[in-house]
């Protein structure tokens, strides 16, 4: 399993492998967390980029490697 954003598959941003949809979805909560926390912490200074990093977390979706082919 894997999550990835919703655009054309040449925008892919293959993120990680993962046995299950579980450990995926996961995954992607804890990245989003981590996001959420360090915005918390560092605020306007790591507004820009870690701000598109989070969005794109939220729309991202977590994909069997038959889903992707």
Partial sequence: MR???DAPLVEWYHEGE???FGDCH???EAKIVKIQNR???DG??????VS???ERLRYARCL????VR
């Fill in 3 to 5: 999550w990835v954003s």
């Fill in 18 to 20: 993962f046995k299950t």
């Fill in 26 to 28: 996961k995954a992607r």
């Fill in 39 to 41: 915005l918390a912490e």
């Fill in 44 to 49: 306007d200074n790591a507004a820009g980029s």
């Fill in 52 to 54: 598109t990093d989070l």
């Fill in 64 to 67: 069997s490697d038959d889903q």
